[in-house]
């Protein structure tokens, strides 16, 4: 999958005009990517459409408009679209009472340690964390993560018939979800892109 370029960018006023079509294309993609995991967790697997859709966003919030600020941008979000064999997903931890949220946060500390993989036939892809969004002490309620297949997992995930869950086995939240469906159908475009 390609990853966004500057030329894929359009300024805030080209953006306005395409904007409410965009926006509607985006809500229904990201809807047949989004994985609610237990009542304390969602993801939602991206791709190169809901990144473009993110940058636009910021660039249309924050009234970006010069170049070294839309690159920015970009280079904050081009981790997020898949390379080859890969899955990109931004994990929420859902907190919805506010005099929670420290103490929910708290109980998900040391997630990024081999917690979270989809299984794949009974084999671990281990989800990679960008480790800037926790420390040994502090999670954060936005996660990034890489799932990277081998050839042959890749070419296991992509047979619907073989069975796939996102697991997550942290000591203090444990739930396995079917990856299928959909969701599933829309991942394996991922992988062939």
């Known amino acids: ?24 294309r985006i809500i229904a993609v990201k809807a047949s990517r989004r994985m609610p995991v237990g009542d304390r967790m969602t993801l939602l697997f991206e791709n190169r459409d809901t990144v473009l859709f993110q940058i636009q966003e910021m ?17 904050t979000y081009n981790h997020l679209v898949p390379g080859e064999l890969q899955l990109c997903v931004t994990m929420f931890i859902d907190v919805s009472e ?3 949220i420290k103490e ?5 500390v040391g997630l990024p340690q081999d917690c979270v993989w989809i299984d794949v036939d009974g084999e671990r892809v281990p ?10 002490t502090r999670v954060s309620a936005v ?18 018939s073989v069975p796939a869950a996102l697991r997550v086995e942290h000591p203090n939240y444990r739930h396995v979800v079917p ?8 991942l394996i475009a991922d992988l062939r892109a």
């Open 104 to 108: 929910v946060l708290d109980s998900f």
């Open 1 to 24: 999958m390609n990853k966004i370029a500057y030329e894929d960018i359009r300024d805030i006023a080209a953006y306005e005009k395409i904007r409410p079509e965009f926006r509607r």
């Open 179 to 186: 990856v299928d469906g959909e969701l599933r159908d829309s």
């Open 127 to 136: 989800a990679v964390f960008d480790l800037e969004q926790s420390t040994d």
């Open 98 to 100: 506010a005099t929670r």
């Open 59 to 75: 660039m249309r919030v924050e009234r970006i408009v010069h170049e070294a600020a839309i690159r920015h941008e970009i280079d």
């Open 143 to 160: 996660q990034y993560l890489t799932f990277t297949f081998t050839s042959g997992q890749a070419r296991r995930f992509m047979d619907a």
